[in-house]
């Protein structure tokens, strides 16, 4: 397995910054996503030309906190396949001013390098960043 860590502080409140991410169904976010679809605990998006399906693991909006699993692509239902790969997206409050958006993954080797993980998970951050503080 290898993990992958991004982060980026926000000069927004966390709250501000949850609403904006928190929604497991709602990735608007995420620059270049279109057809969002949520079903139950799974939402189905396409990124960039690919079909990704991502499977709602747990949520936890007291610590502003959800932890999704890669469900495989739109056939794929198996446990095997839902739990390759294990991303965390969680926003800290930094005063009442400011938050950080960490967001970290856990995924077999074959699926990506660490370094290709943090860069991609950066530079979804590093945009939300700019959306929220210079919408």
């Given at each position: 397995m290898v993990g992958a860590r991004a982060e980026v502080t926000i000069n927004q409140p966390a709250d501000a910054v949850w609403g904006s991410i928190g929604d497991f169904g709602n990735v608007n976010?995420?620059?270049n996503v279109t057809l969002?679809?949520?079903?139950?605990?799974?939402?189905?998006?396409?990124?960039?030309?690919?079909?990704v399906k991502h499977r709602l693991v747990r949520r936890d909006d007291a610590a502003r906190?959800?932890?999704?699993?890669?469900?495989?692509?739109v056939t794929t239902e198996s446990a095997e396949v839902a739990h390759v790969t294990e991303?965390?997206?969680l926003v800290v409050a930094d005063g009442a001013t400011a938050s950080t958006v960490v967001w970290s993954s856990e995924t077999e080797e074959?699926?990506?390098?660490?370094?290709?993980?943090?860069a991609f998970f950066q530079g979804i951050l590093d945009h939300l960043k700019k959306e929220l503080e210079h919408p």
């Open positions: 976010w995420i620059p969002v679809q949520l079903h139950d605990d799974i939402r189905v998006f396409q990124l960039g030309g690919s079909i906190s959800y932890t999704y699993a890669l469900a495989g692509d991303a965390t997206i074959r699926r990506g390098s660490s370094e290709g993980l943090r």
